[in-house]
Structures are given as structure tokens and as C-alpha cells.
């Protein structure tokens, strides 16, 4: 491992293109990069709108391969998808999130939630989610850290008993948040069928503000929505000033995104903490 791997940031310069590698030889060099720790858990805070201090986190895989270096998860996940090594991504993600928050409390340290991405094919893996709910017994419910996103494009994909199967993980204390909300077909739907705790508003809408009138009237409305139904709202991919004071002015909850924070390596986001950010 270079030191470029060691300054991520630098690796995101928009000049940096992330190295193409076909599909069959990501699933190929899969397995090889998990046992030679190519892949780490970036965390990516979420503020709170009013006050900006950080309330919770998403864990956001990167790959940095040994020979060809960053290869975004834009290209990788799907490709895992395809050949069905995602779960076994996904179960390497939560070990590593749930042992940072088992170490946080052993120690007493300051935590925060932290949210998984679930792929729809997790739910076809019923030792996966017995893992996971076992995992989840551990802990006292009341004090679960552990919370998982799904899209909601995934979950139209899966039939009624993998989304019971969902349900299933909020029974033992963990939160579902509803990822890429409003960017779907069955976005209303989705909220009828199920109670989710956090809603997480698509990157477009946000992307909309100050552009589009009527991107702005629709996040308006969602943001009243969910309040009317009693769940909280993460607006994801705030970039610029404009954007978080249009949330915060409109009663938006949380805000993710790039003006506050980037994903960045584990090490930054505890002493982030450890600063009372
Ligand atoms: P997502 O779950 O919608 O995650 C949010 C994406 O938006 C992340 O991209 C994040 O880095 C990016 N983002 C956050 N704030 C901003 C912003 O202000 N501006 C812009 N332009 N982008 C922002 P990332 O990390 O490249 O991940 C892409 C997708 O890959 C994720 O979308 C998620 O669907 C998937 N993914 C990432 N990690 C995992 C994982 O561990 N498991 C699974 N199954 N999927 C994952
Ligand atoms: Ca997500
Ligand atoms: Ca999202
Ligand atoms: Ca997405």
C-alpha cells in the first residue's frame, strides 16, 4: 500500500479517474482483495441541520486494489451483484461496523448510528440474516448502533417475504432506512407496506435546489410528509451552502453530503468524535 492509499482524498480529485476493470475480473479478484484487506469502510457523517453536529454515519465500501489501485463502488457493486459475491461484501462491512461499535462501547467512548447498505440479494440469503439477527441479540435493543439502508428500487425487486424478513431485523432493534427514496416507482407504496424509520431522500432533489421550482416544491412536500407520518428525513448529497440552508429552512432533519463531510477512513471519523463534532 502506497501513501497515495493513505491520503483517500487525494485519490478523489476529479482528474483522478478510477481504474476500469470488467466485471468478470472484479468477481475474479474478489475474494483475493478481501483476504489481502483491499477493502476498507469509509464513514460519511450526517449532521444534524439545525446545529451540524454529527448525529450518525454511513458505512460506504472502497476497494483499493493492490495492482490497479481505486476502483469506485459505482462499478464494483454491480458487477458483485451480477455474480453474486455481494452478500459476502456486505457481511465483511457489518463485521467491521459492528466491531468499531463493540469497541466504542467496551471502551465507553462516544458513538453514533451507523447504517450498512443492504443489496437485494441479501434477502435471498436466509443464513445471512440469521447472522445478522443473531448479531443483533447480542446487544441490549435499546442501545442497537447498527442500521441498515435499502433503496427502494431493491425492495420492489423482492417479494413480501424477503421484506418481511426486513421487518424482522427492526423486531430485534435495528432501524431501516428507505435509501434513494423518491427516485423509485413505488416510492408511496413503499411507505404504506412498511414503517420505516428514516427516510433518505434522493440525491437528485437536492441536486435540484436553486435549479428546478418544481424539485423544490416536491422536496418540500416530502420533507412534510414524513414528518406527518412520524419519520425522520436525511437529505443526501448537500454540496453547497445554498442547498443546506434550503434544507434547513425547510425543516429537513439531517443533512449528508460533501459541504459537511466527506466518506473518509475510520481512524478520521472517530477522532472527529472524539472531538465532540
Ligand atoms: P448510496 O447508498 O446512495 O450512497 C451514497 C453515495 O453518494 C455514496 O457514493 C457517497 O459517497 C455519495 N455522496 C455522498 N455525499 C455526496 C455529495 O455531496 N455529492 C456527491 N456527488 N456524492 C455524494 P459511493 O460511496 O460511491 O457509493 C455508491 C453506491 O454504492 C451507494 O449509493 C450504494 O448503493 C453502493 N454501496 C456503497 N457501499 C456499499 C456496501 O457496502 N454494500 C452495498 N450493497 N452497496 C454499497
Ligand atoms: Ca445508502
Ligand atoms: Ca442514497
Ligand atoms: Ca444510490
Known amino acids: 500500500i502506497t501513501d497515495e492509499y493513505l491520503k483517500p482524498y487525494a485519490i478523489f480529485k476529479s482528474d483522478m479517474k478510477d481504474t476500469y476493470v470488467d466485471e468478470m475480473e472484479i468477481c475474479s479478484e474478489f475474494e483475493e482483495g478481501i483476504e ?25 465500501v472502497r476497494w483499493f486494489h493492490e495492482q490497479k489501485g481505486f476502483i469506485s463502488p459505482g462499478q464494483f457493486i454491480p458487477a458483485l451483484e451480477k ?26 467512548k462516544r458513538f453514533v448510528p451507523v447504517s450498512v447498505n443492504l443489496s437485494w440479494m441479501d434477502f435471498y440469503d436466509e443464513n445471512m440474516l440469521e447472522w445478522i439477527v443473531r448479531g443483533l441479540k447480542k446487544n441490549n435493543q435499546n442501545e442497537q448502533k447498527i442500521r441498515f439502508e435499502i433503496t427502494e428500487t431493491s425492495l420492489a425487486a423482492i417479494g413480501e417475504n424477503h421484506t ?35 427516510l433518505k431522500m434522493d440525491i437528485s432533489f437536492v441536486r435540484n435546489i436553486g435549479v428546478n421550482k418544481k424539485s423544490e416544491s416536491i422536496l418540500r412536500a416530502i420533507i412534510d410528509m414524513a414528518h406527518k407520518l412520524g419519520i425522520r428525513l436525511v437529505a443526501e448529497g448537500a454540496e453547497t451552502e445554498e442547498q443546506a440552508a434550503f434544507l434547513r429552512a425547510n425543516g429537513c432533519d439531517y443533512i449528508q453530503g460533501y459541504y459537511y463531510y466527506k466518506p473518509m477512513p475510520e481512524a478520521e471519523f472517530l477522532q472527529l468524535l472524539e472531538e465532540g463534532k
Open 83 to 108: 455474480g453474486g459475491y455481494i452478500s459476502e461484501l456486505d457481511r465483511y462491512m457489518i463485521e467491521k461496523v459492528t466491531g468499531c461499535l463493540d469497541q466504542r462501547r467496551a471502551e465507553k
Open 36 to 60: 489481502k484487506q483491499e477493502f476498507q469502510v469509509f464513514y460519511q457523517p450526517v449532521v444534524d441541520a439545525k446545529t451540524g453536529k454529527i448525529v450518525s454515519a454511513e458505512a460506504l
Open 164 to 198: 418481511r424478513m426486513l421487518m424482522h431485523l427492526k423486531e430485534n432493534g435495528a432501524e431501516i432506512l428507505l435509501d434513494d427514496f423518491g427516485n423509485g416507482y413505488s416510492s408511496f407504496g413503499m411507505l404504506q407496506d412498511y414503517d420505516f424509520d428514516i
